[in-house]
């Protein structure tokens, strides 16, 4: 069975007309598309379109409200606090970080929180944007207190999300500097979303429900959990992330050994940092400092089986380049899981499928 490859033109109408008919507005529906699409674009197909079906999922599940919007429920000078209610998440980061972008060039910094969401997608998305504003960011996720499918080190029982965190820099005579990164080994998508549960996974990236080393997705998909990047270091952080996107934002925090699957369950709660250089130093030299450094990286010797040592973010934006010229791929499998929650309201999908 042949993968099924469209442009990115007729993914983003797909995914827009598939949400609309589940009751989105076509406002949310636009930016959940864009943002799906531009994950693909990315390279980052585990927040792509094949997340279409499974937010329709969410949604027929009563989890997910399809025309909720978000609102800003508290604020103060430096800080925003952003209730999703329960609604598609991409909507309430693009309204949390577009509020604190302002606010930390009148203040110098300035804070936002994220609750109550759907999944917000591709950090990097963020802090892309952040950069392209000039604006330095930081934006971390976790699942709002749902708990996830990431065991602690030393650990054999899930308990957090993949918890990842994004930072965006700007440069001016280079691309701008984007890390994003789940704090797992691999991200939960690659091995949940494969069309084969018994492909062979690599040892080191999850163990099964007893704890010992899962070579299949099945053995990590039944009862297993991921596991942290350099062990006891990227559970740390995973565990910072959690304090500042559950319990900092009111979210919640996974206490429990198992939570019951109610409203918000598959969604996001986020902490976002945006920092204005010109509260902290000159701007020119910042700049200066920043291509200067990265010339300097872009000049080392690379070791073999490298051709160039690349600034983070540089990939994305290769890939970027390559998926808008020869389109974006997805498993037949996966799209008839689109198709099908299309077909279920009557979505004409013949027209773009044609075009």
């Known amino acids: 069975m042949t993968d099924l490859r469209l442009k990115a033109e007729q993914w983003r109408e797909i995914s827009r007309r598939v949400f609309c008919a589940w009751g989105t507005p076509d406002d949310i529906a636009d930016c959940v598309a864009n943002s799906l699409v531009d994950s693909d674009l990315a390279g980052v197909y585990s927040h792509g379109v094949i997340r279409v079906a499974d937010y329709i999922g969410y949604v027929k599940a009563g989890w997910w409200q399809p025309a909720a919007r978000p609102e800003i429920v508290r604020a103060t000078p430096t800080t925003t606090v952003v209730d999703g209610h329960y609604g598609f998440g991409q909507p309430a980061a693009h309204l949390a ?3 604190s972008i302002p606010k930390a060039r009148e203040q110098g910094i300035a804070a936002a929180s994220i609750l109550h969401c759907g999944h917000i997608g591709r950090l990097g998305e963020y802090a892309e944007k952040a950069a392209r504003e000039g604006v330095v960011a930081l934006v971390t ?6 708990g996830g499918v990431v065991v602690p080190y030393g650990g054999a029982e899930r308990v957090f999300s993949t918890n990842p965190v994004a930072a965006g820099v700007p440069a001016r005579e280079h691309l701008p500097f984007v890390m994003d990164f789940a704090t797992t080994v691999v991200a939960a998508g690659k091995i949940e979303l494969t069309p084969d549960k018994d492909m062979a996974i690599p040892e080191g990236w999850a163990v099964d429900a007893d704890g010992r080393p899962a070579k299949t997705a099945r053995q990590f998909l039944e009862g297993g959990g991921l596991l942290p990047f350099g062990g006891h270091k990227g559970y740390a952080l995973a565990l910072l992330v959690e304090l500042l996107c559950g319990a900092l934002t009111g979210a919640g925090v996974p206490t429990q050994s198992k939570k019951t699957r109610g409203q918000g ?3 996001n709660s986020a902490f976002m940092v945006v920092l204005d250089i010109a509260h902290f130093t ?3 030299q910042f700049y ?11 000049a080392v010797k690379p070791a073999p089986g490298f051709s ?3 600034i983070p973010g540089a990939p994305e934006n290769a890939q970027r380049e390559k998926r808008s010229r020869e389109g974006i791929s997805i498993d037949r499998a996966i799209w008839e899981r689109i198709a099908a929650v299309a077909t279920e309201r009557q979505v004409r999908l013949d027209d773009i499928l044609a075009a």
């Open 97 to 99: 970080l577009d509020v």
């Open 141 to 146: 996720a976790s699942s709002g207190g749902n």
């Open 265 to 267: 369950f598959g969604g």
């Open 282 to 284: 000159d701007v020119d």
């Open 288 to 298: 200066a400092d920043v291509d200067g450094l990265f010339e300097r990286l872009e």
């Open 308 to 310: 160039q040592v690349m």
